[in-house]
């Protein structure tokens, strides 16, 4: 027979508003009582009623995800974190796909689901200030990915991409690399990202007194292994490079791939760094050495910001700058492979 919330209160010695409390993670309770309920609700297997308390709340339980390619690992493991932290407060997560398409994510906060989610973690690509300051739909809603102008009226969770683009650079004019490209530069005007990560990578050339040669600047219009491997055969038809930053660890495989069919080796002819810090960077050959933005932070972050919001905070917009961490491997390594 199924617990219920009055076993767990018997069983803990407690109220059933207490057990209730524990269980939806309110904070005025002390850590000695919700250590007995959570015991509790372990030895009894309790799992609440979901469908009972959304009834009484009001509430679907449910939040959705709208992110541009879920192709680009980033973003499926970013939602996969975003679950994870969902789920740890009882939520299900609706997840989309929007393509950067803009007519999609205009639908995306037009409000198109609002009768099924309760809030809406979004990360834009299309989108303009305007588009997000004109929105008529009122479900909860916090930004991902590079805030939308200076003023976009919502909570914001990402990382500094000019400083972290910055590190990579100088990671690699530290190694002794003077001939240092830029692979995933874009000239599409939502190309926000490619733009910060451009000027940092410049940004740190100008520190270490490297002229920015247009030359060792790749465009790639998807950031994905083809594009990488498109792109980093361009920069070898002049002088290659003897390092090359790219803008995502998806065009970093593609690079690494026309770079050994090519003849080259990594890192010893050119050193190769990404960002992203996806799985499959770790498993290449040689191990990608990359920027890692926080993938973990960034989702219990946004998560956090829309529980805030969904539990009646009201203010000015919040931003939270999570850490980004270089991740030195292989593909940069100063110690040679035979």
Not at 32 to 49: C, F, G, K, M
Request: hydrophobic share 45%; with cysteine; charged share 25%.
């Amino acid at each position: 027979m199924r617990a219920r919330l009055k076993d767990v209160a018997e069983r803990a010695g407690v109220s059933i508003k207490t057990v209730s409390n524990v269980v939806n993670g309110h904070p005025h309770v002390s850590a000695a009582t919700r250590e007995r309920v959570e015991a509790a609700i372990a030895e009894l297997s309790y799992r609440p009623n979901l469908s009972a308390r959304n009834l009484r709340s009001g509430r679907s339980g449910v939040v959705a995800l709208a992110v541009p390619d879920l192709d680009n690992p980033y973003f499926a493991e970013l939602a996969t974190r975003v679950i994870s932290a969902a789920g740890q407060r009882g939520w299900t997560v609706l997840v989309d796909q929007t393509q950067g398409d803009p007519d999609k994510e205009r639908l995306v906060v037009g409000g198109s689901r609002s009768h099924l989610i309760d809030g809406l973690l979004f990360s834009p690509l299309a989108l303009t200030q305007r588009d997000l300051t004109g929105r008529e739909d009122r479900t909860p809603m916090v930004l991902l990915g590079e805030r939308v102008g200076r003023r976009a009226p919502y909570d914001h969770a990402g990382i500094d991409n000019v400083a972290a683009a910055r590190a990579a650079t100088l990671h690699l004019a530290e190694r002794g690399r003077r001939r240092i490209a830029a692979l995933g530069a874009q000239r599409a005007p939502s190309a926000a990202t490619a733009r910060l990560r451009l000027k940092g990578y410049r940004q740190a050339l100008a520190a270490c007194g490297l002229a920015a040669d247009p030359s060792l600047i790749a465009h790639a219009p998807a950031w994905h292994r083809t594009g990488g491997a498109e792109a980093m055969a361009a920069l070898l038809k002049a002088d290659a490079p003897d390092a090359v930053f790219c803008f995502n660890d998806a065009l970093a495989l593609g690079a690494l791939r026309t770079l050994l069919s090519r003849g080259y080796r990594v890192p010893q002819d050119v050193m190769v760094m990404g960002f992203d810090d996806i799985e499959d960077g770790r498993f290449a050959t040689p191990s990608l050495s990359t920027v890692s933005p926080g993938k973990a932070l960034i989702a219990e972050s946004a998560v956090s910001l829309l529980a805030d919001r969904l539990a009646g905070a009201t203010g000015e917009p919040r931003e939270v700058r999570v850490p980004h961490r270089l991740t030195p491997r292989e593909s940069s390594s100063s110690g040679a492979f035979p």
